[in-house]
Every structure is written in structure tokens, then in C-alpha cells.
Nanobody, 128 residues
Framework: QEQLEETGGGMVQAGDSLKLSCVGFRGPFNTNAVAWFHQAPGNEREFVAGSTRSGGKTYYATSVKGRFTISRDDAKSTIYLQMNDLKPEDTGVYYC?????????????????????WGQGTQVTVSS
């Protein structure tokens, strides 16, 4: 079910940075797990980064570790994805997601089927 809204995508050069935002969360935002996923053309949706809850644990895909940072602003019920040192393989549509049920910090946020709400995605294109 789509109800979230991503913004911040665009066309950039390799090595540039972008910051994505996602709004539209429902329910107890500070206890919900949230995440970012990436879908390259012709590929399945893949996990990028996730947060189990506010102040909880964050997880990253190996390909983005050290370059991307997920953060959340409880006051604004907004999450962000800061993307630095972008590479052409980062090209694709980026989706944010929300899981309504509470999770523990040991819960891995990387599975698409675990999420209840999604956005429509924002396009990121990185040229070499």
C-alpha cells in the first residue's frame, strides 16, 4: 500500500551527493521500523538502509556502507537518506517504507515483504 512520499531525487555526476526525504508516516512513528530500498532497471527492489526505531539500530547494504546514511526526525515524522560519493550503479528508483509493528533492534530491516506502507519512489540517475 502506497501512502508515503519521497522527494530529493535527480540527475547527478559520479561523486556527487543527494539527500532524499520521505514523509507521510502514520501511527507511532518513533517505534516503527523504516527503510530505504533501491530498484535498478530490470532488477528487483533491494534493501539500502533501515532503522529499527528512533534511537535504535541502523543497518546498511554492503554496497552503500560508508557512503549513505539513514536518519529520522521524530518531530517531523520524516526520514532521510544522505547519499554521498554516488556511483553509476546507484542509479534507479528509491523507495521508502514503513513497518507498523514494533521490532527489536536485532530485527533485520532488509526484507521487502516485512513492510506495510511504501512510497511511489523517486528517481536517482548517476552518470559517469
Amino acid at each position: 500500500q502506497e501512502q508515503l512520499e519521497e522527494t530529493g531525487g535527480g540527475m547527478v555526476q559520479a561523486g556527487d551527493s543527494l539527500k532524499l526525504s520521505c514523509v507521510g508516516f502514520r501511527g507511532p512513528f518513533n517505534t516503527n521500523a523504516v527503510a530505504w530500498f533501491h530498484q535498478a532497471p530490470g532488477n528487483e527492489r533491494e534493501f539500502v538502509a533501515g532503522s529499527t526505531r528512533s534511537g535504535g539500530k541502523t543497518y546498511y547494504a554492503t554496497s552503500v556502507k560508508g557512503r549513505f546514511t539513514i536518519s529520522r526526525d521524530d518531530a517531523k515524522s520524516t526520514i532521510y537518506l544522505q547519499m554521498n560519493d554516488l556511483k553509476p550503479e546507484d542509479t534507479g528508483v528509491y523507495y521508502c517504507a514503513q513497518k507498523l509493528a514494533e521490532t527489536s533492534d536485532s530485527w533485520y530491516p532488509g526484507l521487502v515483504d516485512e513492510y506495510d506502507y511504501w512510497g511511489q519512489g523517486t528517481q536517482v540517475t548517476v552518470s559517469s
